[in-house]
């Protein structure tokens, strides 16, 4: 690594965490304001607030890393446009793409890094961060779906037409097996009630119908075959009351193993609402890329010098960043209603910026 590449990355490098460190300082200080009465109404210690806050602000900075990287580029590059640097780098016969070397080996030092924390790290401490939130910062959760379904295993399906969370109760309840298309067994109830002392469901006033060839008709005419019935029974499920938990901003707690075995789960069940967590685990894969887009696109802007200054091209560098992240929550907003495949909005941001960036590098003077 030449003497020039050090120069850059180290001004790379320093400006991106100092600039890191400034917002989230601004962060913490607004979001402590903003919860200040919530914190004195549920008589919360110094202790755990700034334990909560050693989870939310790894948290926040996770999310601000792409952007930050690019305004960081765009800083330390158009001061160097300033001072003339790059067209002194550039008359001494460095091409502008050997220039965009030490760029990239910071832009792929903080890909890493994030791409290490948002996957794994952060994942394990918002655990603690969304449990706080729950019990101290959101409303009471009172799961209130009806007509549950869900599929708990191949070919065995469980309903039930209410749950209460509060009291861990679900009603008219029942799970059928099928075989070949052909339902073999079916088990009803009246209640199931979780036991936690016993880690098992109980169910209450139960029978238990096996099919013998003939299927009960649309007038409910009784079924042929062998009939169980009782008042009690502990019976174990697959499902637990977390199934049944306030999901809010689930996947933030989840590492991409995580997610990966939550999605087969969900789309095995038939469950709604994987897209939300596809599109999760598609954005933590595409962030280290749109880091070395944003460094790529970020030196182009601020590689000319501007007669108005650093000022023009940084206030570029923000008009481009905000356009960004409009594009982002657009497609992503795509992608969690079901509008177009999550593994294709999550990526559009990206080749966008990508092609604006190729168009943009045909007319950087080199």
Not at 51 to 63: E, H, I, K, Q, R
Not at 153 to 171: C, E, H, K, W
Not at 281 to 289: A, D, E, G, I, K
Request: aromatic content about 16%; hydrophobic content about 45%; glycine content about 6%.
């Amino acid at each position: 690594m030449k003497l020039l590449d050090k120069y850059i990355l180290k001004r790379f490098l320093s400006t991106f965490f100092f600039v890191v460190l400034i917002l989230l300082a601004i962060i913490c200080v607004i979001d402590l304001t903003e919860k200040m009465d919530k914190y004195s109404k549920n008589a919360l210690t110094g202790e755990q607030i700034l334990s909560y806050y050693l989870d939310f602000l790894p948290w926040v900075g996770g999310l601000v890393t792409p952007i930050t990287v690019f305004i960081a580029t765009v800083y330390v590059c158009a001061r160097m446009a300033g001072h003339t640097e790059v067209i002194a780098i550039l008359s001494s016969g460095v091409s502008f793409r050997r220039m965009l070397l030490p760029y990239f080996l910071g832009a792929a030092f903080i890909a890493g890094l994030s791409f290490w924390f948002n996957g794994w790290v952060i994942p394990n401490s918002n655990k603690d961060r969304l449990a706080f939130e729950l019990q101290y910062l959101k409303s009471k959760y009172y799961y209130d779906k009806r007509n549950i379904h869900l599929q708990v295993a191949p070919d065995v399906y469980l309903y039930m037409q209410s749950y209460n969370n509060t009291t861990f109760t679900g009603y008219n309840f029942s799970i059928e097996k099928f075989d070949s298309m052909r339902l073999v067994e079916k088990l009803t109830a009246n209640r199931i009630v979780w036991d936690s002392t016993k880690y098992k469901w109980t169910i209450y006033d139960w029978n238990i119908r096996k099919v013998d060839g003939i299927f009960e008709d649309v007038n409910n005419e009784p079924m042929r075959g062998a009939i169980k019935m009782g008042v009690s029974m502990d019976t174990t499920l697959v499902i637990t009351p977390k199934e049944f938990e306030n999901d809010y901003r689930k996947f933030d707690g989840m590492t991409i193993n995580e997610l990966e075995e939550y999605i087969t789960t969900l789309k095995a069940r038939g469950s709604t609402g994987v897209e939300v967590y596809e599109v999760e685990l598609h954005t933590r894969f595409s962030s280290p890329f749109t880091i070395f887009i944003l460094t790529f696109m970020g030196v182009i802007v601020a590689s000319r010098k501007s007669r108005g200054g650093t000022g023009l091209q940084i206030a570029l560098g923000f008009a481009l960043s905000f356009l960004f992240i409009l594009f982002f929550m657009l497609f992503r907003t795509f992608a969690e209603a079901g509008s177009t495949p999550p593994q294709i909005s999550v990526w559009i941001p990206n080749i966008i910026f990508a092609i604006i960036s190729g168009v943009m590098y045909k007319y950087v003077p080199r």
